[in-house]
């Protein structure tokens, strides 16, 4: 089975360009989740989905980010206008949630590296 | 508030020893506890996890942890380390919803 695809994986852009990050879940999964690694402040959460729908974006640091789930295979990670300090692996990840329990398992893609001059 | 520290930036061991990487938690229910290790340029993958039950849990790839309440600790051991086990392990401390806290990773470096 195909696990979370994320693409690209690799971008480099110039500061005020417009960023958009992919990432398809894995099929049958109903919670999905967009984390940012960095050096300085490790692995966070920016947003999560379940059912398609972000349940919690406390941790998106600015405006500048948006994200969306238009159907349950599908979702973006958007950046504008993005800075140096954006400058991350952004990881998807999705996970099952079986009814009444939280099965735990976060499945994570590769990550998308993004370099921004 | 809800933390995990893992105080070890750096382990290096020789193949054949043995491993414990350590994880410490703050969290203010029952926590789910979880070891998730990293290669380079991959994303995590999850070595195991603890929900309740018995304190001592296996995971993949000949890796276990004990969950010690009193201590507050999770940590990750195994007997004998592979030079393939080299790689950054996180862990990671969560409850009923997926609002995951992860540790700031430890890299762990086999010699041959």
């Known amino acids: 089975d195909a696990g979370v695809i994320q693409s690209p994986r690799h971008e480099v852009t110039e500061m005020g360009q417009e960023v958009t990050l992919r990432c398809k879940p894995i099929s049958g999964h109903d919670y999905l989740f967009w984390y940012r690694q960095t050096m300085m402040r490790g692995l966070e959460l920016l947003i999560y989905f379940n059912n398609n729908v972000p349940i919690d974006d406390s941790g998106m640091p600015e405006d500048r980010f948006s994200a969306k789930m238009p159907n349950a295979s599908f979702s973006t990670l958007k950046i504008q206008p993005s800075e140096p300090r954006d400058s991350a692996v952004y990881f998807c990840?999705?996970?099952?949630?079986?009814?009444?329990?939280?099965?735990?398992?976060?499945?994570f893609g590769e990550g998308s590296r993004l370099t921004v001059l | 508030a809800q933390s995990v520290t893992q105080p070890d930036i750096h382990i290096t061991v020789s193949e054949g020893a043995s491993l414990e990487l350590r994880c410490n938690y703050s969290?203010?229910?029952?926590?789910?506890l979880f070891w998730y290790v990293q290669s380079p340029g991959q994303g995590l993958q999850l070595l195991l996890k603890?929900?309740?039950?018995?304190?001592l849990v296996q995971g993949i790839k000949g890796f276990e942890a004990e969950f010690k309440r009193s201590q507050s600790s999770f940590n990750l051991r195994k007997p004998s380390v592979h030079w393939s086990d080299a790689a950054e392990y996180f862990c990671a401390v969560g409850g009923r919803t997926y609002k995951y806290i992860f540790g700031t990773g430890t890299r762990l470096k086999v010699l041959a």
């Open positions: 969290y203010g229910a029952t926590p789910y």
């Open positions: 990840a999705s996970s099952f949630h079986q009814t009444g329990s939280n099965t735990g398992e976060l499945f």
């Open positions: 603890y929900f309740s039950g018995d304190t």
